[in-house]
């Protein structure tokens, strides 16, 4: 019996001008120079295997899915529109309409995505106008307080930061 062969194409969306993400966190941004091959077949990039790259998202909406969908698995709703994305945990079966309804979570739930998606767009042309959080403050009588506390998003990549437990995170673009 004869060794079938199937050959297969693999297309991918990159042409030389396009700019990829490389180097060891796959976060800088690289110029497509040269395509080709390597010795064993590989595809290359400006003479560098193609998996030491990734391509950069287009839209918002991909950003999102890519970096915060999974978060979605552990009971958090992502909101994302041109101007914001905001992450929080509603109480199950209340719709959100106020903060009454989100379930505090603890600060450190979404810290590490939250540092990888800044990084990222330190290399984008979207850049950053505002982050805050919104906590609830201890008070004596029945109704809680909220209060917004604005971060400076460099604390938020040096991971300096922590609030702790809060309601609601919000990143606002320029």
């Not at 850049?127 to 400076?152: A, N």
């Amino acid at each position: 019996m004869k060794n079938l062969i199937k050959f297969e194409d693999i297309k991918v969306p990159i042409e030389v001008g396009d700019t990829v993400l490389g180097g060891r966190f796959k976060n800088k941004k690289t110029v497509v120079k040269k395509i080709g091959k390597n010795k064993k077949g590989d595809i290359t990039i400006n003479d560098k295997p193609l998996l030491k790259y990734r391509i950069i998202k287009e839209s918002l909406e991909d950003d999102v899915n890519y970096y915060f969908k999974h978060l979605e698995d552990d009971g958090f709703t992502i909101v994302a529109s041109e101007d914001y994305i905001r992450i929080f945990k509603p109480v199950s079966g209340k719709p959100v309409y106020t903060y009454s309804n989100c379930s505090n979570f603890e600060w450190s739930e979404i810290s590490d995505d939250i540092a990888r998606y800044i990084n990222m767009l330190d290399d984008s042309e979207k850049s950053i106008d505002y982050c805050y959080v919104m906590k609830t403050q201890s008070s004596s009588d029945i109704w809680s307080v909220k209060s917004r506390i604005h971060i400076p998003f460099e604390s938020l990549v040096d991971e300096s930061f922590d609030t702790g437990r809060i309601l609601s995170f919000t990143i606002g673009f320029k």
